[in-house]
């Protein structure tokens, strides 16, 4: 599939995605939606992506939404539609089993805040902004605002950024939890690079278990989830990777991870 809407180049073992509407401030229209469907399906089975970079095109936005014009002649059937359809796909995102980061380079608001969080790690520009301003509109967040942001940020945090629809600095997101780091403008992607290549310098099969342990954990009881991580313990234990990550250690050398 040919993009229009977005960037899509793979180098070195990352997958760099940019939603590339800059006059629209990346508004996600259903093109962008489209297209960003189709390249996690390549996150998905490419095995040349080991991680991934998502970011908006432009100094100013990192994703501003989804597309307004869009949603304001929606009826209940296909606003439900567009709703399940954006959480179909973030959620695939979230759940690729390879790391994602957000460079959020500017506003990520809304489905652009909700995009961010479906990511597994978050790292800001001093000049972000960030927020859920559906209700301003006359609507709620439909891309999973009101579920992830309260497991980010707990409850009494995500209703106030939910209820009043305010929009906060990067700071104030780093303070509460939504991201990560915050690092100035020119060091973003240099920064985003680095920990996705520390994170891909570690064990695939491991790091892809932690993903999946913490993804469904989460939604889990205590015990069940326990449970889980022992049952990924004892997977990863079977692994060469595994042998050759304890006795890499033991010989005082690095590790060449095959994950196998
Ligand atoms: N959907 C569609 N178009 C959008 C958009 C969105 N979510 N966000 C921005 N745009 C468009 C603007 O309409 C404008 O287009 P135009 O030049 O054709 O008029 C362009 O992007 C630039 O935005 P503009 O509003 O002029 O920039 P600004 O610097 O004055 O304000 C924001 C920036 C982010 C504060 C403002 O654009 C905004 O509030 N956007 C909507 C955010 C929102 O409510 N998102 C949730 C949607 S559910």
Sequence with gaps: MAYTTLLFDVADGIA??????P??????????????????????????????I????GPKAFVAGADIGEIGGQGPVDGKGRSLRGQRIFRRLERCG??????????????????????HLRIAAEHAKFGQPEVKLGIGPGYGGTVRLPRLVGQGRALELLLTGAMIDAQEAWR??????????????PECEAVLR?????GPLAVRACLESVDA????PLDDALLLEANLFGLLSGTADMREGTAAFLEKRKAGFRGT
């Design 198 to 202: 520390t994170i891909l310098d570690n």
């Design 98 to 119: 390879k790391p994602v980061i957000a460079a959020v380079n500017g506003f990520a608001l809304g489905g652009g805040c909700e995009l961010a969080m479906a990511c």
């Design 23 to 52: 006059d629209k401030l990346n508004a996600l229209n259903a093109t962008v939606l489209a297209e960003l469907s189709d390249a996690v399906g390549r996150i998905e089975t490419d095995d040349a992506i080991r991680g991934v």
């Design 176 to 189: 509460i939890g939504l991201v990560n780091r915050v690092v100035p403008a020119d060091r973003l992607v």
């Design 16 to 21: 760099r995605v940019t939603v590339n509407r």
């Design 217 to 220: 954990g989460l939604g889990l």
């Design 54 to 57: 998502l970011t908006g095109a």
